[in-house]
């Protein structure tokens, strides 16, 4: 009996000898024709299939051992390919087997020599999971490995895997690829370290039915989907499994094909390009865009030679991070207290130097910070297949980029005090600034999770655990300093700190000059909160940047 878990359409069925590929054994007959018939195979009635394509539960027909013996004790079986759909079907599916226990008489052990055969579903379409163990005990002495993380052992424990092993003999390369992604995992051959025109080799798992199978492909031009060869005659051999959430692939390839145009010469040097993904579902003629940017290998491997392979580090992406980490977490905010609270500290103009001085740096980090991403990215990078994290990190980061270049050549041609324009110009300044903290600070959340899914996954969710104390403590900090200011104003009834124009005294750039105008009595107050508010953003900041600068890829 062959089994599948739905109804189906068409069906082909034919008795064979086991562990054999030899011509269909017996004869089938049908019992309504109206439903099924026989076709010849080697012989009349050497196979039976559909009659037409009617969706059905179970077909029912008999089949006769043949005259000719085989041998007592000889195993034979039913193998059937049946189809659900045009995407979905089950090969050779294998019925239990029949022993001949007399000359010319093939039997089931339950059954007399001519029975009906029949289909009906039930809950297990796949066949037995094949055990693929991976050993990475010969790693750098027998055979070549790379894995994510470094110390994983197997299915189940990797992130990504790969083991390679060169026979000599037979001139083949048997490949084992794994990932804990549940989709796929691949291996890109690449001529120059950057995707397009790369030799691909997948593990991809067809979720309708959790079968798992290895097909060679080839990348075009390293935007569109890896598509998969229709001649596969480099793959000599395969089998896959999905254990434990893991795909795990047993891959035989030809070293040197006869055609290298897309299945390459393994014989020559490589980087390798490590990927894993979403299956598409079903098998297709192509690989799903990969979920996380590939990784590259630290430089051209020979797959033949056993290595243990290490991964290109992402220096201008952490570089990125760290610097941005620093000043939007770290300053940014810093200027921004300097500016709001403390112009009746510092009456004289104290305050604008500080608030000018750590928001310059602000600006120059923020410049260095883009150039270092762009020089990574080499362009505008925009996912058409996510519209969320992934997209949401680069276009707030670019609006507060924008916003805040703006603003000191805003405050460069600010108007004289008093003048008519003057008013226009504050409130424009303060609008444009706090929307560049805002949009600064969002970029940064965004960008930790964009980093961790894309770039360096093994970047630890502490890090965004840190900005969420950051912030805590920031909005405390603002709720506490907005309290101060209302008790100060309520007891002099005095105008709001923020009237208070931005340019300083001429003589205020002067280290010898002093303050002129009597502070606020609550300035001791103010100062110790900008004091700790310092040593706590700074502190944090930095924090986040080692998170960062520690993260494996």
């Not at 089938?28 to 059905?56: E, L, P, Q, W």
């Not at 005659?233 to 030809?254: K, L, P």
């Not at 290595?307 to 000043?327: D, E």
Request: overall charge neutral.
């Amino acid at each position: 009996t062959s089994s599948i878990s739905t109804d189906f359409k068409g069906f082909l069925c034919q008795v064979r000898q086991v562990g054999q590929t030899t011509a269909a054994l017996g004869t089938f007959a049908v019992r309504d024709t109206s439903k099924t018939k026989t076709i010849t195979c080697t012989s009349d009635g050497g196979a039976v299939t559909h009659m037409n394509k009617n969706t059905v539960s179970q077909q029912t027909f008999d089949w006769t051992a043949s005259s000719t013996p085989l041998g007592v004790g000889t195993q034979v079986q039913a193998l059937c390919t049946v189809v659900q759909s045009r995407d979905v079907l089950w090969v050779q599916l294998p019925s239990s087997t029949f022993q001949e226990l007399a000359i010319s008489t093939v039997a089931n052990a339950t059954a007399p020599p001519s029975r009906p055969s029949t289909m009906a579903p039930t809950t297990t379409p796949s066949p037995p999971v094949p055990d693929i163990p991976l050993d990475f005990s010969g790693c750098g002495t027998t055979t070549l490995c790379y894995r994510d993380p470094t110390n994983c052992d197997g299915a189940g424990d990797c992130r990504y895997a790969l083991i390679g092993e060169f026979d000599d003999n037979t001139r083949r390369m048997t490949f084992h690829l794994t990932s804990n992604s549940g989709g796929f995992a691949a291996v890109g051959f690449s001529k120059d370290s950057n995707m397009g025109m790369d030799d691909v080799i997948a593990c991809e798992r067809d979720t309708n039915t959790d079968r798992v199978y290895a097909k060679d492909g080839w990348n075009p031009d390293g935007r569109n989907p890896n598509e998969y060869d229709a001649d596969q005659t480099s793959i000599t051999s395969q089998e896959g499994a999905y254990v434990d959430g893991s795909v795990v692939c047993r891959i035989e390839r030809v070293l040197t094909p006869s055609d290298t145009t897309q299945d390459y010469d393994l014989s020559q040097l490589y980087t390798l390009l490590f990927a894993t993904g979403s299956s598409r579902g079903g098998q297709t003629d192509s690989l799903a865009k990969h979920n996380a940017v590939p990784i590259v290998s630290d430089g051209a491997v020979n797959v033949t030679i056993p290595q243990i392979v290490g991964a290109k580090g992402k220096p201008l992406i952490k570089a990125h991070g760290i610097i941005m980490a620093i000043a939007w977490i770290g300053l940014a905010s810093i200027g921004l207290l300097l500016a709001v609270h403390f112009k009746v500290v510092w009456p004289t103009g104290k305050w604008f130097q500080g608030h000018r001085a750590v928001m310059l740096s602000v600006w120059g980090l923020t410049i260095i910070g883009v150039i270092i991403i762009f020089a990574h990215a080499k362009e505008w990078v925009y996912d058409k297949s996510n519209h969320g994290v992934h997209n949401a990190h680069p276009i707030l980061g670019f609006i507060a980029f924008l916003l805040a270049f703006a603003q000191p050549i805003m405050a460069a041609a600010r108007p004289h005090p008093g003048t008519p324009k003057r008013p226009i110009f504050n409130w424009a300044h303060r609008l444009v600034g706090m929307s560049a903290f805002i949009f600064g600070i969002i970029a940064v959340f965004f960008g930790l999770a964009f980093t961790r899914d894309k770039h360096l996954r093994g970047l630890s969710d502490n890090a965004t655990n840190v900005l969420y104390v950051w912030e805590a403590v920031q909005v405390s900090m603002w709720v506490f300093m907005g309290y101060i200011d209302y008790k100060r104003r309520k007891k002099a009834g005095c105008t709001p700190a923020t009237n208070i124009e931005m340019k300083p005294p001429i003589k205020s750039d002067d280290p010898d000059s002093k303050d002129t105008k009597e502070p606020s009595e609550d300035a001791n107050i103010r100062k110790a909160v900008l004091i700790g508010w310092v040593v706590i953003s700074l502190g944090l900041s930095l924090v986040v940047a080692i998170y960062i600068g520690i993260a494996e890829l």
